[in-house]
């Protein structure tokens, strides 16, 4: 199967089961000070309104050891700005991504270098695919729900066989 991006700018340094995985430890390994976080299916089911203590308080920690967090979702602006409430830091909504432009202005943001931040999502073609194409970090979560927008669902099937060439096992 042959991909219309350059070869590696879909593979994810990292796959991890759940944001939790991601602790002042992981990011240290990594050189890490800063994360783009996505938020449906990576921090908050899609869809979901409903609250997440486990995610608050991983979010709280993680600020606590300094780490600079900032939201980048595709989600409805009215969406984002309900979770940014609640998660307590910065971001936006109606991202664009894959656009590096959505990455560069996050970056701008949170004053850091690209090769200090790590993008954080469940998805190849706008978590892993931005973030490369913008010189960070890129780490793949598995996604909550497997509910999402019918375009999401497609993409699954896709994501798998590009994952699967990288070696990973990717489950549905």
Do not use: C
């Not at 992981?26 to 990576?42: H, P, Q, S």
């Not at 798998?160 to 990717?170: E, F, I, M, P, S």
Request: hydrophobic share 40%; charged share 25%.
């Amino acid at each position: 199967m042959s991909l219309a991006v350059p070869r590696g700018l879909l593979r994810p340094r990292d796959v991890i089961d759940h944001i939790r995985d991601i602790d002042p430890d992981f990011l240290a390994e990594r050189g890490l000070r800063g994360l783009l976080l996505d938020l449906d299916n990576t921090l908050i089911p899609y869809g979901s309104y409903e609250e997440r203590a486990d995610v608050m308080r991983w979010a709280a920690d993680l600020r606590r050891a300094e780490t600079r967090l900032y939201l980048l979702s595709n989600a409805t602006g009215k969406r984002a700005r309900f979770w940014l409430d609640k998660l307590g830091f910065e971001g936006v909504g109606m991202a664009g991504k894959p656009n590096p432009r959505a990455f560069h202005r996050a970056l701008d943001s949170l004053g850091l270098p690209a090769r200090q931040v790590g993008m954080v999502g469940d998805q190849l073609f706008t978590d892993v695919l931005g973030g490369n194409l913008a010189g960070m970090h890129t780490i793949l979560v598995h996604p909550l729900t497997v509910n999402a927008l019918p375009h999401t669902r497609a993409t699954r099937k896709l994501e798998r066989a590009v994952l699967k060439r990288y070696g990973h096992d990717w489950r549905p």
